[in-house]
């Protein structure tokens, strides 16, 4: 099994930023590719960015494009997405995510979840 607790989440206004942190723990050996969704109310579940351990290959969702950056700390094994510029539409709940593959993960496929973190912008 594998634990995935975010952190970071919160209120901010219209263009500020934010940085989120996902910790991995337990068998972190089962996942090579981590990343975020997130959702809205009354929204289907969106893909926001991913990574994988080994080689570092990034890719994003279209809304987020420019104004995200996901990275990695493998000896901590922690996964962190700054998001910059944001805008309301933004707001969401976002969740860790991980699965063996990078694909799977933008096809909004997951093995692990974490608990999942609010993040609301203001306008």
């Known amino acids: 099994q594998v634990q995935l607790v975010e952190s970071g989440g919160g209120l901010v206004q219209a263009g500020g930023s934010l940085r989120l942190s996902c910790a991995a723990s337990?068998?972190?050996?089962?996942?090579?590719?981590m990343g975020w969704f997130r959702q809205a109310p009354g929204k289907e579940r969106e893909f926001v960015a991913a990574?994988?351990?080994?080689?570092?290959?990034?890719k994003y969702g279209d809304s987020v494009k420019g104004r995200a950056t996901i990275s990695r700390d493998n000896a901590e094994n922690t996964m962190y997405l700054q998001m910059n510029s944001l805008k309301p539409e933004d707001t969401g709940v976002y969740y860790c995510?991980?699965?063996?593959?990078?694909?799977?993960?933008?096809?909004?496929?997951?093995?692990?979840r974490g608990q999942g973190t609010q993040v609301t912008v203001s306008s």
């Open positions: 995510v991980a699965h063996t593959s990078l694909t799977a993960l933008m096809a909004l496929q997951y093995d692990y």
């Open positions: 337990g068998r972190t050996i089962n996942i090579d590719a």
């Open positions: 990574t994988t351990w080994r080689s570092g290959m990034t």
